[in-house]
């Protein structure tokens, strides 16, 4: 049974900062993974995704230059940093563990394969 647990959500203001964390179980670690986010009414979307060895990244133009994505392997854990945080990133965030481990359609929800619970983050204005 795969296990994605996603931590360090919370409530800050514009213009803060958080870092929020997946740690994974029951899975070699061996995958891309992804960062998706969803509010109420909303579809889920496409936050960040990193390849298993972390060479390469990819994020959606809204996150650009203040989110970045990494992971450290030997934790099975990914990790979202996210800088410059605005009233419209509030959304709850979810962790994804992909079927490959290159960096393939990564923007698309069906190509991960498990989903962690998801942790809000609210940005106050």
């Known amino acids: 049974q795969v296990q994605l647990v996603e931590s360090g959500g919370g409530l800050v203001q514009a213009g803060g900062s958080l870092r929020l964390s997946c740690a994974a179980s029951?899975?070699?670690?061996?995958?891309?993974m992804g960062w998706f986010r969803q509010t109420p009414g909303k579809e889920r979307e496409f936050v960040a995704a990193?390849?298993?060895?972390?060479?390469?990244?990819n994020y959606a133009d809204s996150v650009k230059g203040r989110f970045t994505i990494s992971r450290d392997n030997a934790k099975n854990s990914v990790y979202l940093q996210m800088n410059s945080l605005k009233p419209e990133d509030t959304a709850v965030y979810y962790c994804?563990?992909?079927?490959?481990?290159?960096?393939?359609?990564?923007?698309?929800?069906?190509?991960?394969?498990?989903w962690g619970q998801g942790t809000q983050v609210t940005v106050s204005s």
């Open positions: 994804a563990s992909g079927r490959a481990p290159a960096l393939t359609y990564y923007m698309t929800m069906g190509s991960y394969a498990y």
């Open positions: 029951g899975r070699t670690f061996s995958y891309a």
């Open positions: 990193i390849s298993w060895s972390g060479g390469s990244k």
